[in-house]
């Protein structure tokens, strides 16, 4: 089985070698992520699978039950980030063709049908638009995203188009409710709290949803060298606090709380940008995780009343959207009870945990039983080249997506 | 002269209203650029002028005298900075044309041949590097910055050679030590010193060239979601402290030193710049600015030190290139004193000061006894639309450099 994870992990990421110093990048219905799916449908054809996609691009490995529906699905997704790793997302979808494998191998006979998924474009790398895929599938895709453009202007619905599918047709993605009986996510941890508690496995209460902000700082351009310090209304000295404040409040607010957060200032755009130009118009983007909503909502004001603070102190306009406000997604306790103790009964130790990221899975959590399995990745690193989970790491998943699939597909 | 002024103006700037809300953009040796040159070639031949171009792309009008040479110079730019107004170059050249207009009307017969100049690329918004025409006139065109590129990758050379010039003869613009008498510019003030002190034109002593410096901080990418406040390297939490500290020590530097000094952090890169990834490396650009070299040295000491400071408190990596770092110049003092003496003599009231923004005059002033005049703009606005000098301020420019033309030349 190392073996077969080791070359198929390969195959999957379209690579020879997984040590890429510049990542792997496979945005959402590019070119590179069709690339992958194919290479994907070729290791599910040699595994004796039904391979069908649907009008969202999601790509579907079918083992037939004794009844034909509902289906025992698993899996996660192909794309990545720009020059992200080869874990992310591949990790779900090789452990779920490794546990069939395995199953083949034992001769189990699935009463259940069995699909292995790979949800198309769950990255919000190239539109801000994370898991177009799964909310397809569980019909909750809002479609007016249609014109949001990746930053070569090319939208979604261009996008989508551009793979040979037709945007219009999207909604018949959708999977009724009886169809699936369950879903598993195997996904790479993405954080160290595995590592930290010494356990195998880390076993996913809750999905911790963004809130997103988009903060716009007017001041006034000018030049560098003729304007005095004290006539300044520079945009980015204005915002720079910001910075330090929403790292600083975040660490603090965390500490004090029971749940974690977490809140990053990521994407910032100055204009005019030149060297010898006052700063007029700044962008920041500032995103705001915790499972517990209220401690997020409570980050996201603080950083609305810090705004009006800058906004007076260094005479500039601040406008701050809302790009992103989800609740945080709680996955089924039955399920998720029982996936842990598949994984206990083999000898691994679990942790269990809340998911600071967002998955396919929590767009499943909405109509279908659901459960996410995380893996330990290296330090934590993740969304960059180095990101790296074992073999060892992998056998594990196998290992516990196999007794799930028998225990949820034999039933 | 009012009427003429407005509709030269006009013409110099390619546009039927000087109202234009997304400003001008004319850039170094583009078609832009190029179209107001046309547009200074067919004023110049209203006048009589004889306009010729040399192998850098700075053109010259000529008005012959009763000597071949040596000749008086005058003049400033036609290319702008990305979004900005239609005054900084323009005006210098249009008061330097308008002052050959009121000899002409006059009567006057040059002694000296007079020649008003358009530098060719005086902003450094396209290459990041400034006044590469009147360089190359005073010979000192540091020929190693060929391969320089603008941000969509083509370098200064093709950038020349695609008006038609030839690199390899840009030597050939340097004009003999023997063949210039002297060279007076007239700017646009890009500040408010003379508004402040009730003047009506700023006489210049000095010329503050900058220390500009790149600081590149590595840090670690990593999931906004997953990655816990305290285990992160995020390089745009690290030198945002860096942003607050240069403006305010430049403030406080500034107050307690007998010469003003400006820093800003101007331009900024973020990577990767993505919603949901952790900043992992941040690239900031420094521009310092003081006549006082040693005022200018101890801020960007100052800064540096900062930065191993945060490079510690924050585990990234901190390098610091310098990219430029040019002593101030000084200008003239007996021609300075003559063109101030000059402008007092018709009524106007002068404030001596120094210059915070580099001008082609800088250049020429290393070879040739050389003066700078600012007129004033509005709130010191510049680089911006907004950016405006009224038509009594360029009248203003009109009669003093009529009168130190008519001095220079006739002598």
Redesign the interface.
């Known amino acids: 089985m190392n073996e077969w994870l080791e070359k198929t992990l390969k195959e999957l990421n379209l690579v020879d070698t997984m040590d890429q110093p510049i990542g792997f990048t496979r945005l959402g219905y590019s070119v590179e992520e069709l690339e992958s799916i194919k290479a994907f449908k070729k290791v599910a054809n040699e595994l004796d699978l039904m391979v069908h996609s649907d009008q969202a691009g999601n790509t579907f490995a079918r083992w037939e039950g004794a009844t034909d529906f509902p289906v025992v699905m698993t899996g996660s997704h192909l794309d990545t ?3 992200g790793g080869g874990y992310d997302g591949v990790a779900g979808v090789l452990c779920a063709l490794g546990a069939i494998k395995r199953l083949k191998e034992k001769g189990f006979q699935p009463k259940h049908p069995i699909e292995v998924v790979c949800f198309a474009s769950e ?3 190239r539109f ?1 638009v ?1 898991t177009i895929g799964s909310k397809s599938v569980a019909g909750i895709l809002d479609k007016s995203v249609e014109n949001v453009q990746d930053r070569h202007g090319v939208t979604i619905k261009e996008a989508i188009e551009s793979t040979g599918l037709n945007w219009s047709n999207i909604e018949e993605a959708e999977r009724p409710k009886n169809e699936i009986k369950s879903f598993v996510e195997l996904h790479i ?4 709290q595995i590592e930290d508690h010494r356990a195998h496995f880390g076993i996913v209460r809750g999905v ?1 949803c ?1 809130i ?1 902000l988009k903060v716009k700082a007017t001041g ?13 209304k ?1 945009a ?2 204005a915002l ?2 910001l ?2 404040y929403v ?1 600083q409040e ?2 603090r607010l ?1 500490a004090i709380s029971s749940k ?1 957060l ?7 755009e ?1 204009k ?9 118009y700044i962008e920041l ?1 500032i ?1 705001i ?1 915790s499972v517990d909503d209220s401690l997020k909502r409570q980050m996201a004001d603080k950083i609305i009343q810090k705004c009006t603070i800058l906004e007076t102190k260094f005479n500039v306009t601040i406008n701050i959207e809302t ?1 992103v406000d989800n609740p945080s997604i709680l996955l089924d306790e039955k399920l998720t009870a029982s996936v842990k103790a598949a994984g206990e009964q083999l000898g691994y130790i679990s942790y269990e945990m809340d ?4 998955h396919d899975v929590m767009n499943m959590a909405a109509k279908w039983p659901s459960a996410l399995i995380f893996i330990p990745c290296e330090e ?5 080249p180095k990101e790296h989970s074992t073999i060892s790491d992998l056998q594990t998943g196998v290992d516990i997506l196999t007794a799930v699939l028998q225990q949820e597909a034999g039933e």
């Open positions: 980030v720009e020059s990255e919000s790398a801000g994370s941890e993405q954080g160290t911790a963004p997103r006034m351009a000018g030049h560098t060298g003729t304007t005095p310090m004290g006539k300044r520079d980015l000295v720079a606090p910075i330090t790292s975040a660490e965390s974690p977490v809140a990053t200032v990521s994407t910032m100055v005019p940008n030149g060297m010898n130009v006052i700063p007029g983007g995103d995780r790009l998911s600071g990221a967002g934590g690193i993740s969304h960059h």
